[in-house]
């Protein structure tokens, strides 16, 4: 077709839709500028209602002596699946949401520390589940650490990213009771793989930092009373379908019932047992820090990268990067640019450990579903397995004074 016939065509074509798309906007205008309002509406009365709530962090000092497995940090997780019921009056009016929460491992200068951020009127429930689980650790709440940061790429150059899973939700990752943690083994023969992670955090020297933060909040089936125009589907339906994928491709030849392989009853086995169990929806975001000086940034972004790895399944789930503030190509990015704003966004996304709302609701990025056993495997206290030596610990044995002390 000749270039002048194809292009009056396009021209005939694009002038057709555009009287049509005219003619009849009486009918799509109302609906798009209702749509419009009703999102602007629900971020404003949203940001109002967060801008309203206590937040406090607090950090968990851990004694030397840990003997539970991370199956009393599950227990824990299952005091935090908050589905914050809300009346129409506070969904529309008050723009009341559904809490969330943020589990946080850092290392400054090698200096290993765990955090849990939370709002204020959770702090009791928090504090007495993991003095439930765990009675020689200490909680305090402390000065926000992310305060202080600011961009500076010269004189203080980060790195932050977002994580994502490798497979959809239903497929488990690589979980503590995989590991055998779940028969509260032996310290010695205790394979643990968050000591990965604090291995990696531990090696950090003075100037650098590292912040991992994993952003929780509970999930649920979700519609017009929780202030959406179309619904949002429980994860356990999108479980079904794949379980039914899974079995559909097992059917061979001119045989109508499913004959699947043992791989294939082994991942059906893995997802039901999944859905069986509390849901969150997550966030994890990664971030490298240091001063001009200490920089190591292209020597410890591999680390940042690999060090949730050990959470991956063959044939299962895992994790993988997502979004991430640089650039791969230099014309990507005139003058660092993009490069600063992004670095901008993320820096401030995590200060305000903003993501399931405004104002950087889904920011670069989707939530991804991992249930309470999955969690616990992430994020949990370690026993003496771990034994870098900067990674602080208080005395496991506390004793009451003696009664016979003078006054």
Partial sequence: MSGPIFDLQFADLFATTLTLLLSVYPIWLPILLIVVFWNLWLDYIRTEYISEQQFVLLEIKLPKEITKSPAAMEIFYTALYQTGSATFFETYWKGKVRPWFSLEMTSFGGQVHFFIWTWEKFRNLIEAQLYAQYNNIEIFEVPDYTTSMVIDPVNHPLWITQYKLIAPDPYPIKTYIDYGLDRDPKEEFKIDPITSVIEYLGSL???????????????????????????????????????????????????????????????????????????????????????????????????????????????????????????????????????????????????KRS???????????KPFILNTEELATIYHFPGQVSSTPTFERIMSKKAEPPANLPI
Wanted: glycine fraction near 8%.
């Fill in 205 to 351: 020297t003075r100037g650098e930092q590292v912040w991992i933060q994993i952003m929780i909040q509970a999930h649920k089936k979700e519609g017009f009373s929780e202030g959406r125009i179309i619904k949002k589907s429980d994860w356990k339906e999108g479980a079904m379908a794949e379980i039914k994928k899974i079995r559909d491709a097992s059917v061979q030849g001119d045989s109508k019932f499913p004959n699947p392989t043992k791989g294939q009853q082994e991942k059906i086995a893995a997802i039901e047992r999944s859905i069986q169990k509390w849901p969150f929806e997550v966030m994890i975001r990664g971030g490298y820090f240091a001063t001009k000086e200490a920089n190591q940034i292209s020597k410890r972004i591999s680390g940042l990268i690999g060090a949730f790895r050990q959470y991956s399944a063959n044939d299962f789930n895992g994790f993988k990067l997502g979004e991430f503030t640089d650039y791969d190509f230099p014309w990507q990015d005139f003058r660092r640019i993009r490069r600063n704003a992004r670095e901008r966004e993320a820096l401030d996304a995590y200060k």
């Fill in 355 to 365: 993501f399931f709302n405004p104002p950087y609701k889904h920011y670069r990025g």
